[in-house]
Structure formats: structure tokens, C-alpha cells
């Protein structure tokens, strides 16, 4: 690792937002970073969190120094490729097409499907349902039934009433709160209702029993500050009848309310069940090996699939130093992806290096270029790469321009801060959107930012990006719970960016750690003290963190939130596979968050895609 490098990790992981109770004040750096962009997650690659501040503090303020005095001072140009092709003049709202190459399109003349037989009349369509007592105003249990009695206490100060159902005991206890509903038009119902809880439960949940087959959603711990989370199961009634059941089998001082339940006709569930799986090439290139949960070695994708993954997201780096993550292991990675049956969400950086809210630097070849031809070898790479996986028969479904953009890209040209350049972000991302529809105008477009939990943030960014009316299809967003704040922060944030830019939501990273261990001689990014309450550092506490993320996501009104991608699933740690891509000796420090452990056994939190 180089001296700037250092650098630069421990300049990040210093302006970091409110996520450590102890940081010194920032030095010389414009409060905008510090209130809006949120630069500074280290991770991926950023491994210095243990490394004392006193010990590189002078190259730090050296690098602030050196990175604006290069940020306002004109570079000659010494590498500009001849003839870029012209970008067409802007327009106000509609973005014009670049002059480039022009794909075959599909044939558009295929016959109207043939329309079913209209003899036997439309299935009627169900009707909202009308529960009993369903936020506990009576004061009572009227209209539920329980087992235990004494477990159920009505508490005031429900989520948007005066009363709320409590499950609690002073002693070990186990109670279920149900009520039955009939007289149901056949078809799909989602169970929605707002819960709280204390955490440390053997296990609580909401479900939804419809005949024989019942469907649950666990009620995550809501510590610390016991926020209300939003929380919904579907199930398909087939004989006109279903079961509420509230369930708790909890230890003496645990507590969970549930309050304003609500039965609606319709279905919701995850369609993208997804993991970053970047690291994957190099890893089976450097003897990496992938097993079963009986031990058998198999191939990972495979693995995955079994378990429930559909989608798998990849990185591309322009020029990258090992060879890994360009162009060619795309392609050669998204062949086995088609094989299988398994959807592509290509991640470009649009650097040679790792790219996020604390480093958003330019690829060598494009360090020299004016603005115009900056954009146009955005547009260049982004249509290239793409048409490349059109052309062997593998489009993308999907691609976000650009990684964690909070504080912009290609800085300084494209950076949100110190004077903000929005203006030119908005053309980069334009270009970048151009560039893929015409490529494949099927493809959906992300624009991915970090900090999942911070709603300010993400209207301060999509609403300066909405007013330049740049085109998107998706919004991204980054949630590790260990940074970002509450799952509670997550669902308000989620909630409101999908309703106030009528846009599909995902969670496009996440992760949590299985063990505070080590695999290689790197100490990981994950330790102890960033453990989330009620979810500990095991197998099973990684498993429920990625439930109930899915959860939130599940919850999103009107089925916006379409999945979650977990970032790096398969980075173990092998020899040769580290974080720097300049030097081969540089370990892993997030193998304690892979999905697979230290064997390469695929670990349990992978199932939970089985319940989308």
C-alpha cells in the first residue's frame, strides 16, 4: 500500500458521520462534507480502522492540502484521444442520444398474444377486511383469543392510537394473541402491522395462517430508542378463512407491542434476492473453494442459487492493476450467470480502484481530460462494456452508474461539495444513462447512494439530481447497520424516497459479521464494538440481520422495494485475493462477513432468501 493510499484511509475513516462515540473535531475540511456528502466509510478495501490518528495526522492535512490545491488547479493535457465523438448539445429536459455505434435492434412485429376465453366470468376481486379491535382501542382483548393471559398487557402509547398490545412476562414465557377471520374472497392478503421490541426473544413473529399453510414475519429488536417498524406477511386464501397469530416464546424482561393491524387484498414479496459476488473470479483463480452445508465443494454459483439467490451484482473498474474486475471477467463471469438462470446488476466505478463516498478519483487515462471528453469516455466505457454483454447474448438487467456517489464522481469535476458541481454530475449521469439505453433499452438504470439511514441526506442528493432532471429507473442505497444507523431510519428513509421520487427502492449493499475472528493475518472491519443490539456475532445473528432487513425492504408501500443485494458474499480469505488490487500480499478484512465461513461453508444467512 502506498503512502497516499494511507493517507487517504485515514482522512476517510476521520470524517466520518456521528457512527463512533469518540472521533477527534475535523481539520480542514468544508462543512459539507461533514453535514451532507457522509464521506468516510472505510470498508472495501479501507482496512486501516485500527491505525492511531496521531501516527499518520500530518499526512493527513498533507493530503486534504495536496487533494484541493489539485482539485482548483488546471492540468495541462497530455493524453487526449483524437476525434472523441461529439456529444450532442444538451437539452432542458429530454437527454439526446450520443453518436454512437447503433445496435441491431429486436424485432418489434411479433404477434399479439392470444387473449383467454372471456366464457366464464371474472374472478371477483377481494375486498379490504374489516378486523375486530385491530389497534386495541377497545382497552381490552375484544376479538382475539390467547393462550396465556397474563403475558398480554394493553399499554398506552400505541404507534398512532392510545393503546397497544404488549407480550411480557417476569418470567420465561411463551403466549400467542390470535384472532380468526372469515368469510374471505379467495386470493392473496398481506398482513401489515407496526411492532416494537425489547430483542433477546427465543423467537416472536406475526403471521398469517391461511388453511394449512402459515407464513410468518419475525419482529426484529427495535433497541436502541424502540422506534416502531412497519412489518408485513402475504399468504393465499384458498377456502375463505385465515389466522392472525401474534407469537412470542421470550425470556423473563423481554417485551414486544404490536399495534394498528390492517388485512388488505394482495401480495408482497421480494423479487431480487441478490449478492455482490465481485471477488468471486480471483478467488477460484487463487485456489478458493466453496462447500455445501454437508462440507461437499461445489460450484458457488450453484451454492448460491440453491439457496435462494437470483441476482448477483458485479463491480467493473476501468484499468484495473491485477486484471480482475475489468471488461473481460465481466464477460466471462456473466456467461455462467446466463447458464443459471442467475439476473446481472453490473456496478461501474468508473475508476481504476475502489470508488465510494471518500474516493471518487478519476482512471489514469482519463486524469487529463477536459470536461466534454470526460464524458464522453463515460459514455464510451459505459457503452462499450455494455454492448460487449449484448453482443454474446448476456444484457444486463440491470446497471448503476456509478458506486456510492453521496459526494459525486470523476472528482473534481463531477464532486457535490466545496463549491458543489452538480451540474456537471448531472451530465455525467445522463451520459451514463444514454449510454445503456442505447445499448439495451430494456435495462434498468440505479443511481446508488451510501448512508441508507439518513433520509436528509438522500433528499439533499435525489433532490438536487431530480431538479437537473436526470433520467434513472432505480434508487440504490447502501444500508450496513454497523454505519447507517437504525432499521427503523432505514424503513422512514425507504419509505418516503420511493413515494417522493415514485421510484423502486433496493438495498443494493449489506452486510453483517458471523465472528470477531480473524482468517488471515488482516485484522477485519467488523469488531466487536460494532455489534447492532439483539443481534449478535454468530451465524444466526448475521442470518436474522438479513432477514430483517429483507423485511423492511418487504414493507415498502405499494411494492417498491424490490430486494437486497449482500455486499461480497463470496470474499474469503484466500492468498492473492486482498484488498488492493497493487499488491497481491494485501489481505482480506471482511471475510468475517462473508456468506461462506472460514471453511467455505456456505453459512445459514443465505436461506432466508428461501422466504422472499
Keep these: 500500500m502506498n503512502v497516499l493510499t494511507q493517507i487517504n484511509l485515514v482522512f476517510v475513516k476521520f470524517v466520518r458521520r456521528r457512527r463512533f462515540q469518540s472521533r477527534p473535531p475535523l481539520q480542514n475540511l468544508p462543512s459539507q462534507v461533514e453535514k451532507k456528502v457522509g464521506v468516510g466509510r472505510l470498508r472495501k478495501g479501507s482496512v486501516q480502522f485500527q491505525l492511531p490518528i496521531k501516527k499518520f495526522l500530518p499526512g493527513m492535512i498533507l493530503f486534504v492540502s495536496i487533494f ?9 493535457s497530455t493524453s487526449l484521444p483524437a476525434e472523441p465523438t461529439p456529444l450532442p448539445a444538451a437539452t432542458a429536459t429530454v437527454p439526446q442520444p450520443l453518436d454512437t455505434p447503433t445496435m441491431n435492434p429486436s424485432p418489434t412485429n411479433s404477434p399479439e398474444p392470444t387473449q383467454p376465453p372471456t366464457d366464464s366470468p371474472p374472478t371477483p376481486t377481494p375486498a379490504p377486511v374489516t378486523l375486530t379491535n385491530p389497534s386495541f382501542e377497545d382497552g381490552d382483548l375484544t376479538g382475539w383469543e390467547t393462550d396465556n393471559p397474563g403475558a398480554n398487557l394493553l399499554e398506552d402509547s400505541g404507534y ?56 410468518r414475519v419475525h419482529v426484529p429488536s427495535t433497541q436502541p430508542g424502540y422506534r416502531w417498524l412497519n412489518v408485513v406477511v402475504s399468504n393465499e386464501v384458498t377456502d375463505g378463512r385465515c389466522t392472525i397469530r401474534l407469537f412470542s416464546d421470550a425470556n423473563a424482561g423481554n417485551w414486544v407491542s404490536f399495534d394498528d393491524l390492517t388485512l388488505l387484498p394482495g401480495q408482497t414479496a421480494l423479487t431480487i434476492l441478490g449478492a455482490d459476488i465481485s471477488s468471486l473470479k480471483k478467488s477460484e483463480d487463487f485456489g478458493g473453494v466453496y462447500r455445501e452445508t454437508d462440507g461437499t465443494p461445489g460450484d ?30 465481466l464477460l466471462e463471469m456473466a456467461l455462467r450467470f446466463k447458464e443459471k438462470g442467475i439476473k446481472l446488476l453490473v456496478d461501474f466505478h468508473y475508476s481504476d480502484n475502489w470508488a465510494d463516498p471518500g474516493k471518487q478519483f478519476k482512471p489514469a487515462a482519463w486524469e487529463t481530460l477536459d470536461f466534454e471528453a470526460l464524458k464522453q469516455a463515460m459514455y464510451d466505457h459505459t457503452f462499450d462494456v455494455c454492448s460487449a454483454l ?32 452538480w451540474d456537471n454530475l448531472a451530465q455525467l449521469l445522463t451520459a451514463g444513462y444514454d449510454a445503456v439505453k442505447a445499448c439495451s433499452p430494456d435495462t434498468r438504470v440505479m443511481l446508488h447512494i451510501a448512508e441508507g439511514g439518513d433520509n436528509e441526506l438522500a433528499k439533499w442528493w435525489f433532490g438536487n439530481i431530480t431538479t437537473r432532471d436526470v433520467p434513472f429507473d432505480v434508487i440504490g442505497i447502501s444500508y450496513y447497520p454497523f454505519w447507517h444507523g437504525k432499521l427503523a431510519e432505514l424503513q422512514f428513509n ?13 438495498v443494493v449493499e449489506t452486510a453483517y459479521a458471523f465472528t470477531t475472528q480473524n482468517d488471515d493475518f488482516l485484522s477485519n472491519i467488523f469488531g466487536p464494538e460494532m455489534e447492532t443490539p439483539g443481534y449478535p ?25 424490490l430486494g437486497v443485494f449482500y455486499w461480497d458474499a463470496t470474499w474469503t ?40
Design 68 to 76: 484541493f490545491l489539485s482539485a482548483c488547479t488546471p492540468q495541462e
Design 390 to 421: 449484448v453482443a454474446q447474448g448476456t444484457p444486463p438487467d440491470m446497471v448503476q452508474v456509478g458506486n456510492e456517489i453521496n459526494s459525486g464522481m470523476l472528482w473534481p469535476d463531477g464532486h457535490t461539495w466545496d463549491p458543489p458541481q
Design 494 to 506: 425507504l419509505n418516503d424516497i420511493s413515494a417522493r421520487y415514485d421510484k423502486d427502492v433496493v
Design 537 to 561: 456475532l454468530t451465524p444466526e445473528g448475521q442470518g436474522a440481520m438479513l432477514r430483517d432487513v429483507m423485511a423492511v425492504v418487504r414493507a415498502v408501500p405499494n411494492g417498491r422495494g
Design 573 to 612: 480469505a484466500v492468498e492473492g485475493n486482498g484488498w488492493d488490487n497493487t499488491d497481491p500480499a494485501s489481505g482480506n478484512a471482511w471475510e468475517n462477513q462473508a456468506l461462506f465461513d472460514f471453511e467455505g461453508i456456505v453459512l445459514p444467512a443465505l436461506d432466508e432468501y428461501l422466504s422472499p
Design 160 to 215: 398512532e392510537s392510545a393503546f397497544r398490545l404488549t407480550h411480557q412476562g417476569t418470567e420465561p414465557y411463551r403466549v400467542e394473541t390470535l384472532q380468526n377471520v372469515t368469510n374471505l374472497v379467495n386470493g392473496w392478503y398481506t398482513l401489515r402491522a407496526w411492532v416494537r421490541s425489547s430483542g433477546g426473544q427465543n423467537e416472536t413473529y406475526l403471521a398469517l395462517q391461511c388453511g394449512e399453510n402459515e407464513r
Design 300 to 329: 458457488p454459483l450453484d451454492i448460491l442459487k440453491n439457496h435462494g439467490l437470483n441476482y448477483v451484482r458485479l463491480r467493473v473498474w476501468v484499468d484495473p492493476a491485477d486484471g480482475y474486475h475489468n471488461k473481460d471477467k
